[in-house]
């Protein structure tokens, strides 16, 4: 007896079409999970030092200042008087990663409204368990796929970290003196961490869908023999 497949080249492509919306939103959710938790920032900043060498309630304001610039919607860097402590090119280096954030954002939401019309839109077709178990697997295995490529790539995090801001950001303006406080306040060390956080709840969330893909209640076998 053979798994029933999907015979509507409609489902197929809506099927396609949200493994890789699935994909991304887990990759974006899970970058934001991390942003936000100030709790990770808080270890990380005792673990390297920074509490040390800048004062506690320093950063935690300035770090505070940055996620609300970082997320902000219209407020301009030169206008937030708090983040004036930044030099020019770092602050133009922030308004690169406010746009990169925002964009993640952007299409992290469409990515989750599309994903939704679409199931909706499969739940009226037939064999919809079908199509919903393989965009759980397939997603959660692609997810898995490209974590193992990147935790390959991240084994030389240097390099890793280097080819990934040259990607982002191609003007080249992402290399400051270690003086810098960008530097100081977010040493390549605490961006291991962050990635190493973010990935780890990737795996998590697909492991989570891959289960609940692979769960009896999505499991159909056709009734005839083949």
Do not use: C
């Amino acid at each position: 007896m053979k798994a029933s497949k999907l015979k509507s080249p409609e489902q197929k492509i809506l099927v396609i079409i949200s493994i890789v919306l699935l994909v991304f939103i887990l990759f974006s959710a899970s970058f934001f999970m991390v942003f936000f938790d100030r709790s990770f920032y808080d270890k990380a900043f005792k673990k390297y030092g920074v509490y040390d060498e800048l004062g506690e309630m320093g950063v935690r304001n300035t770090v505070d200042y940055l996620i609300k610039y970082l997320t902000s919607q219209t407020s301009k860097i030169n206008e937030v008087e708090e983040l004036a402590i930044f030099l020019p090119e770092e602050r133009a280096h922030l308004e690169d990663v406010r746009n990169i954030i925002r964009a993640v954002k952007v299409l992290g939401v469409i990515s989750l409204v599309l994903l939704i019309g679409i199931i909706a839109w499969l739940s009226r077709l037939k064999d919809f368990k079908p199509s919903l178990k393989r965009i759980l697997v397939y997603s959660s295995t692609s997810t898995l796929a490209i974590l193992v490529i990147l935790f390959v790539l991240s084994l030389n995090f240097p390099a890793f970290f280097e080819a990934f801001h040259k990607i982002l950001f191609p003007q080249g303006n992402y290399s400051f003196p270690f003086y810098y406080l960008l530097i100081k306040l977010f040493p390549e060390a605490f961006f291991n961490e962050f990635a190493k956080k973010m990935l780890f709840h990737v795996l998590i969330i697909s492991l989570i869908l891959l289960t609940l893909g692979t769960s009896p209640a999505l499991t159909l076998r056709n009734a005839g023999r083949h």
